[in-house]
């Protein structure tokens, strides 16, 4: 078995040759890493420390230079075994890199540097840009996950200074997705970087990557919830059954509890909750949340909380918006940003207030997200060669969104908190130095990330 966490297999297969591809004498490589536009204006900037822990505080050895040796000239590229050995015999295997970051969780504007990099060793040039796959990919993952939901959550919260209760935005999108993205990292990384956002999660591998790379002692919670084998295991001419069971079993004074109840007809199974088991859920104390999962959304949701108001009522806020008495509705199918609007502005015109519904999604918050969403990219933009420091840039006539940046370039912040991208000068850079030869150098904490990002 070949080591997966052994740091020279983390590239592209190009990279390898790199080393021979530089201007003689060349010293310094100097990268940035930055979001070129996209689908959204502005990015949360997160993921770095995660990968910084998981992947760059380990150092090299001359085993992982060995098989990563054979696999490589096996496959057709040259392999720098001088380059890496010097790593390990003169910096005991510890990158002689530096990299300056953005502070994590701070909402940035498109097309600004977020990150950069440099070697600090002139006889390591070549590793800047090996590094650029594994480094690019820690970042345009979850920084384009943690945007994605964080979209959503504006499009929620201007609804709910409209209609409703703002301080409730918290547990307003569930994240459903683990099961539907590629891997357990993904689940991971994407599950934390909803939860800068939101405390609403089934993503249980987000806890556990928030608790390990940013010290957090819980960043989401959840509630019990029934799925539709629970509910259908018990027959459809008993489905009222499977619903006061789960009143039985979970609803107390003050809890929620989720049932999914478009295991046959959803509008029949909220009259069941507005009818037979009325009572019960008033007398439990506990908000039941009813959960369609197919449908039309709009009219879905808009049908079931008008059946809910039939039989459960509702009290008017001091917004003039109809909150429903003992019950809530969540939709978690089919959910995305659109959506979403679709959904509440159909509530708003019927005079409901957006604190009837929530949301889960799966696929299209963890999954459906690419590099280009947000067209992420790191580029060389300085290169010293003996005493002389050169730009480094690309300029494609055919593209000029793909025009880089020249120098070396920094992020500043202003005193009013905008943010704005510049060669290095006398002013002082909003990059904080997070990582020198091997070595975490500052940490951020995950509150200070979701400070940054809720503000």
Same mark, same amino acid.
């Given at each position: 078995?070949?080591?997966?966490?052994?740091? %020279?297999?983390?590239?592209?297969?190009?990279?390898?040759?790199?080393?021979?591809?530089?201007?003689? !004498?060349?010293?310094?490589? /100097?990268?940035?890493?930055?979001?070129?536009?996209?689908?959204?204006?502005?990015?949360?900037?997160?993921?770095?420390?995660?990968?910084?822990?998981?992947?760059?505080?380990?150092?090299?050895?001359?085993?992982?230079?060995?098989?990563?040796?054979?696999? %490589?000239?096996? $496959?057709?590229?040259?392999?720098?075994?001088?380059?890496?050995? /010097?790593?390990?015999?003169? $910096?005991?295997?510890?990158?002689?890199?530096?990299?300056?970051?953005? &502070?994590?969780?701070?909402?940035? =504007?498109?097309?600004?540097?977020?990150?950069?990099?440099?070697?600090?060793? &002139?006889?390591?040039?070549?590793?800047?840009?090996?590094?650029?796959?594994?480094?690019?990919?820690?970042?345009?993952?979850?920084?384009?996950?943690?945007? +994605?939901?964080?979209?959503?959550?504006?499009?929620?919260?201007?609804?709910?200074?409209?209609?409703?209760?703002?301080?409730?935005?918290?547990?307003?999108?569930?994240?459903?997705?683990?099961?539907?993205?590629?891997?357990?990292?993904?689940?991971?990384?994407?599950?934390?970087?909803?939860?800068?956002?939101?405390?609403?999660?089934?993503?249980?591998? @987000?806890?556990?990557?928030?608790?390990?790379?940013?010290?957090?002692?819980?960043?989401?919670?959840?509630? =019990?919830?029934? !799925?539709?084998?629970? #509910?259908?295991?018990?027959?459809?001419? +008993?489905?009222?059954?499977?619903?006061?069971?789960?009143?039985?079993?979970?609803?107390?004074?003050?809890? #929620?509890?989720?049932?999914?109840?478009?295991?046959? *007809?959803?509008?029949?199974?909220?009259?069941?909750?507005?009818?037979?088991?009325?009572? !019960?859920?008033?007398?439990?104390?506990?908000?039941?949340?009813?959960?369609?999962?197919?449908?039309?959304?709009?009219?879905?949701?808009?049908?079931?909380?008008?059946?809910?108001?039939?039989?459960?009522? $509702?009290?008017?806020?001091?917004?003039?918006?109809?909150?429903?008495?003992?019950?809530?509705?969540?939709?978690?199918?089919?959910?995305?940003?659109?959506?979403?609007?679709?959904?509440?502005?159909?509530?708003?015109?019927?005079?409901?207030?957006?604190?009837?519904?929530?949301?889960?999604? @799966?696929?299209?918050?963890?999954?459906?997200?690419?590099?280009?969403?947000?067209?992420?990219?790191?580029?060389?933009?300085?290169?010293?060669?003996?005493?002389?420091?050169?730009?480094?840039?690309? *300029? &494609?006539?055919?593209?000029?969104?793909?025009?880089?940046?020249?120098?070396?370039?920094?992020?500043?912040?202003?005193? *009013?908190?905008?943010?704005?991208?510049? #060669?290095? *000068?006398?002013?002082?850079?909003?990059?904080?130095?997070?990582?020198?030869?091997?070595?975490?150098?500052?940490?951020?904490?995950?509150?200070?990330?979701?400070?940054?990002?809720?503000?």
């Amino acid at each position: 078995m070949l080591n997966e966490n052994n740091i %020279i297999f983390n590239s592209d297969s190009y990279k390898y040759s790199m080393y021979l591809q530089y201007p003689p !004498e060349t010293k310094t490589v /100097y990268s940035y890493i930055e979001s070129r536009g996209g689908k959204w204006d502005s990015t949360v900037y997160f993921g770095l420390q995660a990968f910084i822990k998981k992947y760059l505080l380990t150092p090299v050895t001359m085993e992982d230079i060995d098989e990563a040796e054979a696999v %490589i000239l096996a $496959h057709g590229e040259p392999f720098n075994r001088a380059g890496w050995e /010097y790593i390990v015999n003169a $910096h005991g295997g510890r990158l002689p890199i530096v990299i300056r970051s953005a &502070p994590e969780g701070s909402i940035i =504007p498109g097309k600004n540097v977020l990150l950069v990099i440099e070697n600090t060793d &002139p006889e390591c040039f070549w590793l800047t840009t090996f590094l650029e796959t594994a480094l690019l990919r820690a970042i345009w993952y979850p920084t384009t996950v943690a945007t +994605n939901s964080y979209e959503s959550k504006k499009e929620i919260l201007s609804y709910l200074e409209k209609t409703g209760d703002p301080e409730s935005i918290g547990f307003k999108l569930h994240d459903f997705g683990a099961r539907g993205v590629s891997s357990k990292e993904s689940a991971g990384l994407g599950g934390m970087a909803h939860l800068v956002n939101f405390n609403g999660t089934d993503t249980v591998m @987000g806890l556990v990557y928030a608790r390990n790379f940013y010290g957090a002692d819980m960043a989401g919670f959840s509630i =019990p919830a029934a !799925e539709h084998s629970t #509910v259908t295991s018990w027959g459809k001419e +008993n489905e009222v059954l499977p619903y006061r069971n789960m009143l039985k079993q979970f609803a107390r004074e003050g809890t #929620v509890v989720a049932v999914v109840s478009d295991s046959y *007809d959803i509008f029949n199974a909220c009259e069941l909750w507005g009818t037979e088991l009325k009572q !019960e859920v008033i007398d439990s104390g506990a908000t039941v949340v009813i959960r369609p999962d197919s449908g039309n959304p709009p009219e879905v949701v808009l049908s079931c909380v008008q059946i809910l108001d039939k039989n459960f009522g $509702h009290t008017l806020n001091a917004k003039g918006y109809k909150v429903l008495n003992n019950v809530r509705v969540i939709q978690g199918d089919g959910i995305d940003k659109q959506m979403i609007r679709a959904i509440l502005y159909t509530l708003t015109l019927a005079g409901y207030s957006a604190d009837n519904v929530a949301f889960g999604q @799966g696929g299209a918050l963890l999954q459906m997200v690419n590099r280009d969403d947000l067209a992420f990219a790191m580029k060389c933009s300085a290169i010293q060669i003996g005493d002389r420091w050169v730009e480094v840039f690309k *300029d &494609p006539i055919t593209d000029q969104g793909k025009k880089s940046k020249r120098g070396r370039v920094t992020l500043y912040q202003e005193k *009013d908190g905008t943010f704005h991208s510049g #060669v290095e *000068d006398w002013q002082t850079p909003a990059l904080d130095e997070v990582y020198r030869d091997g070595v975490l150098v500052k940490e951020t904490t995950w509150d200070e990330v979701t400070a940054r990002a809720r503000k």
